[in-house]
């Protein structure tokens, strides 16, 4: 069964007190009634990682990413983390090729599918970015730039290994903008890619996998997302950052 899932993306945001802040503030929203069945995730800068984890030892309803992870298990490879260290921390997931380390680090579908079978190797879920550009979405051709980030990112791994893969369309024209996809804009992609799944893999994989929508998703805006069919929840990045806004998001989940 696919499951329903916010998670929250901090990026190159916080100092470590308002860290650890943001943590107190969500372990004292996130309450059985709030989260119901809905899986929340957050994601850290990778250097709070470990009190993160720390303090969420007796939580039961959030589990912590990390936001990218190096190709190989170790080496040298200065100022890089490996799959190896997030899992000798407790860490639960990694999100790997966001389209800002896309962008700005060089990251292709192929080191992406690397990083996947990392995260796989190591016991660590996999959250995997795709997305187009304004100009791909523009040109119309956006579809075939996602299935073939999906294609790509995603080849040489079987349906079993799905089950540990959740996937994260962010079209990069939304993220950080505040404009949003219409909530039938990112249906039909959520759509085009379970219908990829079911091609790729087969009809009950494509049925589990969860696929989450990202750009400039708010408290105002989730619930008419989350109604969408094919739209599982959802990946945070600015609303994140505020205890009372991810919890409003993730009480668009729960109700929905
Ligand atoms: P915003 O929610 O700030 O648009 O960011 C989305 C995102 O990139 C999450 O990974």
Redesign the pocket.
Known sequence: MRRRIV???W?MNTTYAEAMDLVEGLKNALTQEVVGDTGVII?PPSVYLSDVVGALVDNEFIAVAAQNVHEKDNGAFTGEISAPMLSSLDVDAI?IG???RRQYFGESNESCKVKIGQALNNELAAIY?IGETLEERQSGNFMEVILNQCAEGLEGFIADDMDNIIL?Y?PVW?????E?ATPEQAQEVHAGIRAWLAERFDAETAENVSVLY?????PGNAAELFAQPDIDG???????LNAEDFTGIIKARTNA
């Open positions: 998670a929250g993306n990026k994601t999100i966001h389209s800002e970015c994260a962010e939304a993220i950080g903008t505040g949003v990202g750009g400039s998703c708010k959802g990946l945070i990045g600015g609303a994140s």
